[in-house]
């Protein structure tokens, strides 16, 4: 049987990381390479170091113009299955900004025509709010992806189109036209879970109208797949669930210098994730006088509230705010963490909580979480109960007992999650839309 060969439309990969799915991608693609060949197209904001496993050829400032003019696609190999393409589009890094965006008509033109090709969608008209953003001018950039990555994808063969999250919908459903390749959809996160369940407007129609003409949605857990079932009218049959996996890693644990317990939150700081619910657990646990450093790990719009919120309180010297972690330096804090906290509102994983199992770190998670599903192990909590969250924490801090089972237990939930598991059940999803003979 021939390996199947896969154009993935993505937003980020390694080092260009700004949360979970930037590592979803590159766990998906590194335990794809036995089983398929992979070309990853996606937008590069900065430049990419040369390694070993990463040949740099790079796409530095060509204009569209340009680019279709000469012809010219620059690479990355990764392995003999895995080739890497770059599109310049000059992203930023995850920030809300509480302002709107102003779609010229030229633009709504655009994408009706030019990139979704449905008369009877609903077009985006005057100015409507965009939440959760990586720039200041999302829209655009989303657009000129849709557009470029189509282009070069159809410069070479394959047999099926895998694109990842809102941002590649527009160029999954461009690509599908031009090529009428199928189309695999994996949806990591939804409007649903960034504005609630009452949230609509572009992005929310974007997503609606992707799913209906994908060929097939994998969701990353069954907490996602229901959603996208109720909240966005899609049938069952067409949704394949397959959790997140994660890499192997040489684990330990250090000696936190603070002299006290330290509880983790990791995560933007947005209201999705419940950094403010995390606030609220804190301040419960202080009132018992116990000696505990709390430690924000991640940015966004909600930091400035938060820092002043706990010198009001008079318990900022409780608190320490990191900003944006990198990896190495996210390991390290795990290594000294006592307990892990995601109180997320809505998770449609959680690849975080995984992490810190796999460092040794009893878990505390919201109910409203995907992760659950396979981190069976850690401790859940509606995330509104922040009194039950508390009581949880200060159990694992008090209880060694406690702490160990929690430990062990989740230790044996990770025996069966890795990548290449996700990849062997991707790959056999992509079984379903192409010919039996390949």
Same mark, same amino acid.
């Given at each position: 049987?021939?390996?199947?060969?896969?154009?993935?439309?993505?937003?980020?990969?390694?080092?260009?990381?700004?949360?979970?799915?930037?590592?979803?991608?590159?766990?998906?693609?590194?335990?794809?390479?036995? +089983?398929?060949?992979?070309?990853?197209?996606?937008?590069?904001?900065? !430049?990419?170091?040369?390694?070993?496993?990463?040949?740099?050829?790079?796409?530095?400032?060509?204009?569209?113009?340009?680019?279709?003019?000469?012809? !010219?696609?620059?690479?990355?190999?990764?392995?003999?299955?895995?080739?890497?393409?770059?599109?310049?589009?000059?992203?930023?890094? #995850?920030?809300?900004?509480?302002?709107?965006?102003?779609?010229?008509?030229?633009?709504?033109?655009?994408?009706?025509?030019?990139?979704?090709?449905?008369?009877?969608?609903?077009?985006?008209?005057?100015?409507?709010?965009? %939440?959760?953003?990586?720039?200041?001018?999302?829209?655009?950039?989303?657009?000129?992806?849709?557009?470029?990555?189509?282009?070069?994808? &159809?410069?070479?063969?394959?047999?099926?189109?895998?694109?990842?999250?809102?941002?590649?919908?527009?160029?999954?459903?461009?690509?599908?036209? &031009?090529?009428?390749?199928?189309?695999?959809?994996?949806?990591?996160?939804?409007? #649903?879970?960034?504005?609630?369940?009452?949230?609509?407007?572009?992005?929310?129609?974007?997503?609606?109208?992707?799913?209906?003409?994908?060929?097939? /949605?994998?969701?990353?857990?069954?907490?996602?797949?229901?959603?996208?079932?109720? +909240?966005?009218? /899609?049938?069952?049959? %067409?949704?394949?669930?397959?959790?997140?996996? /994660?890499?192997?890693?040489?684990?330990?644990?250090?000696?936190?210098?603070?002299?006290?317990?330290?509880?983790?939150?990791?995560?933007?700081?947005?209201?999705?994730?419940?950094?403010?619910?995390?606030?609220?657990?804190?301040?419960?646990?202080?009132?018992?006088?116990?000696?505990?450093?709390?430690?924000?790990?991640?940015?966004?719009?909600?930091?400035?509230?938060?820092?002043?919120?706990?010198?009001?309180?008079?318990?900022?010297?409780?608190?320490?705010?990191?900003?944006?972690?990198?990896?190495?330096?996210?390991?390290?804090?795990?290594? &000294?963490?006592?307990?892990?906290?995601?109180?997320?509102?809505?998770?449609?994983?959680?690849?975080?909580?995984?992490?810190?199992?796999?460092?040794?770190?009893?878990?505390?998670?919201?109910?409203?979480?995907?992760?659950?599903?396979?981190?069976?192990?850690?401790?859940?909590?509606?995330?509104?109960?922040?009194?039950?969250?508390?009581?949880?924490?200060?159990? $694992?801090?008090?209880?060694?007992? $406690?702490?160990?089972?929690?430990?062990?237990?989740? !230790?044996?939930?990770?025996?069966?999650?890795?990548?290449?598991?996700?990849?062997? !059940?991707?790959?056999?999803?992509?079984?379903?839309?192409?010919?039996?003979?390949?």
């Amino acid at each position: 049987m021939n390996k199947p060969s896969v154009c993935m439309l993505g937003w980020e990969f390694p080092p260009f990381l700004n949360g979970g799915l930037g590592v979803a991608c590159h766990g998906i693609v590194s335990g794809l390479a036995p +089983h398929a060949v992979v070309r990853l197209i996606v937008p590069k904001a900065e !430049k990419i170091p040369t390694s070993e496993n990463l040949k740099l050829l790079g796409l530095n400032g060509r204009s569209l113009k340009a680019l279709y003019s000469q012809k !010219k696609i620059q690479e990355y190999s990764l392995d003999a299955s895995v080739n890497l393409q770059y599109v310049d589009v000059e992203l930023t890094g #995850y920030e809300r900004l509480d302002r709107s965006i102003d779609l010229q008509e030229e633009r709504q033109t655009f994408l009706v025509e030019k990139v979704w090709y449905e008369e009877e969608l609903l077009r985006p008209k005057g100015v409507f709010q965009i %939440k959760d953003l990586y720039g200041d001018d999302l829209i655009d950039r989303v657009v000129e992806f849709g557009e470029l990555a189509a282009e070069l994808a &159809m410069e070479q063969a394959f047999d099926v189109i895998h694109a990842h999250d809102w941002m590649c919908f527009l160029a999954g459903l461009r690509l599908k036209s &031009m090529s009428s390749k199928p189309l695999v959809l994996h949806v990591h996160s939804l409007e #649903y879970d960034r504005g609630g369940a009452d949230s609509r407007g572009w992005t929310y129609e974007l997503e609606r109208h992707a799913m209906k003409e994908a060929d097939g /949605i994998i969701a990353v857990s069954s907490y996602t797949a229901r959603i996208i079932q109720d +909240h966005y009218g /899609i049938p069952p049959e %067409k949704i394949r669930t397959v959790h997140n996996g /994660i890499f192997p890693q040489n684990t330990y644990r250090v000696s936190d210098p603070f002299q006290g317990d330290l509880v983790l939150y990791l995560g933007r700081l947005t209201g999705q994730k419940g950094p403010e619910y995390f606030y609220e657990v804190a301040k419960h646990l202080l009132k018992d006088g116990r000696n505990i450093r709390f430690v924000i790990a991640g940015k966004g719009h909600l930091i400035q509230t938060l820092m002043d919120r706990a010198q009001e309180d008079g318990i900022g010297d409780s608190f320490r705010f990191t900003g944006f972690l990198e990896p190495d330096r996210v390991k390290e804090l795990l290594a &000294m963490t006592n307990v892990y906290v995601m109180p997320s509102v809505s998770e449609p994983f959680g690849l975080s909580a995984l992490e810190a199992a796999q460092m040794g770190v009893p878990c505390v998670i919201s109910r409203q979480s995907g992760v659950k599903e396979v981190l069976t192990g850690a401790i859940t909590v509606d995330y509104w109960e922040t009194e039950k969250m508390a009581d949880s924490i200060g159990q $694992l801090l008090d209880d060694a007992t $406690l702490h160990r089972q929690v430990v062990a237990a989740q !230790k044996k939930d990770l025996i069966h999650i890795s990548w290449e598991a996700t990849a062997k !059940k991707i790959n056999s999803i992509y079984r379903e839309f192409i010919p039996s003979d390949l």
